[in-house]
């Protein structure tokens, strides 16, 4: 039998992950290894306005502390395991993170704006009948670390550095992805701050929003904490077809989702709350569902997004003829609300609105189907 030695063998202390610190948490961290508190501003630059990975690039520290810091410290990414990109330029990653669980972040180019859609969790509790990411069980949320580092990853990929910058790749931000974001309240509102500070990745909070199926507890502490926009994904206008889309309304019915929405921090005509309103065949498409739609938003300053049905593999589902979207949006737009209707981006790559799911999970149950099956 060997025996080994160990005696000698030095615990190796594993590095501590800086990204996804708030300041006052970073400035902590640095002080109780001896550094002075406004050198938590400097690396806090160097990682949020010029992307630095690297401590030794961060060249207003000394070399002393630059080495202190490589030894003790690491700024890591999520790891970029599959990409895809549409024919109409969106594009799709599904990021690894540490555990090797993962989850998909979308960037969406347009001609003036360039809009990033990250997840909050990994799966979603929800099971919304319509969405593919309410196909696949709650793993975890997602630490601000994690939030953080789909920015960072997506930055890095579109050589957005230094942030801020005129003409910046990344304008917008919606927490749109897979997971119910004020399930993971803590967290998204940790990310959010360092994401909009103007030191760093500076997203204005009036370029990001947050959209959620009315988890209704949380919409006022959501509002008052960052005041970010509101998004509602309504997706009916009566508690019984409701029940069915999106099951949460079971415990949140529509009458008290919008009386929460009346009361969001901040909310007036010139910032309203969007009411996302997905378009399904013979459902919730007709024109009386329009004026009961109207009739729901008194009181609150809404527009409605009207999102044609994109189908995902085993949908139950058939998205609207576009003359009924469009007889449904002029309805709302008479009544002063606008109403437009969005157009489908990243669908043919599984990335539009209601299509996300962790690619992995669709592997492993392609593998799983025999040779002989047709997979639609």
């Known amino acids: 039998m060997q025996i080994v030695n160990t005696s000698h063998v030095e615990d190796i202390k594993p590095k501590v992950n800086l990204v996804g610190l708030t300041r006052p948490e970073l400035e902590k961290i640095l002080i109780g290894d001896g550094l002075a508190k406004f050198r938590a501003g400097q690396i806090w630059h160097w990682i949020y306005h010029k992307g630095k990975i690297d401590f030794s690039e961060m060249t207003t520290l000394s070399k002393t502390i630059r080495a202190e810091l490589c030894q003790n410290y690491e700024l890591s990414r999520p790891h970029i395991s599959q990409e895809q990109k549409s024919d109409d330029g969106t594009i799709k990653w599904l990021l690894r993170f540490a555990d090797g669980a993962e989850a998909e972040t979308v960037y969406i180019p347009e001609k003036d704006r360039g809009t990033l859609c990250i997840s909050s969790q990994i799966g979603c509790t929800l099971t919304c009948s319509f969405c593919h990411t309410g196909t696949q069980r709650l793993v ?120 929460a929405c009346r009361t969001y921090p901040g909310v007036n005509n010139a910032r309203r709350i969007t009411f996302e309103y997905v378009m399904l065949k013979g459902l919730n498409d007709s024109l009386k569902d329009a004026r009961a739609l109207v009739a729901l938003m008194d009181g609150i300053p809404a527009k409605i997004n009207l999102i044609p049905f994109n189908p995902w593999p085993g949908s139950p589902y058939e998205c609207s003829d576009a003359l009924q979207i469009q007889e449904f949006s002029e309805v709302v737009m008479a009544a002063g609300y606008p109403s437009p209707v969005r157009s489908p981006r990243g669908s043919d790559i599984l990335a539009a609105c209601g299509q996300l799911k962790s690619e992995s999970l669709r592997k492993k149950k392609r593998d799983r189907v025999p040779d002989t099956l047709e997979v639609v």
């Open 140 to 259: 975890r949320n997602l630490t601000p670390q994690e939030l953080v580092g789909q920015v960072l990853t997506a930055m890095d990929f579109l050589k957005a550095w230094p942030s801020a910058q005129p003409g910046r790749p990344i304008t917008n931000i919606v927490l749109m992805g897979m997971g119910e974001p004020l399930y993971n309240l803590d967290n998204v509102i940790k990310a959010l701050k360092i994401i909009m500070d103007n030191e760093g990745i500076s997203i204005s909070k009036r370029r990001i929003t947050l959209s959620t199926s009315g988890i209704v507890p949380e919409i006022h502490r959501c509002g008052l904490e960052t005041d970010v926009n509101l998004a509602i994904s309504l997706h009916a206008v009566t508690n019984p077809i409701r029940d069915i889309l999106v099951p949460i309304n079971k415990k949140y019915p529509i009458k008290e989702l919008l009386n």
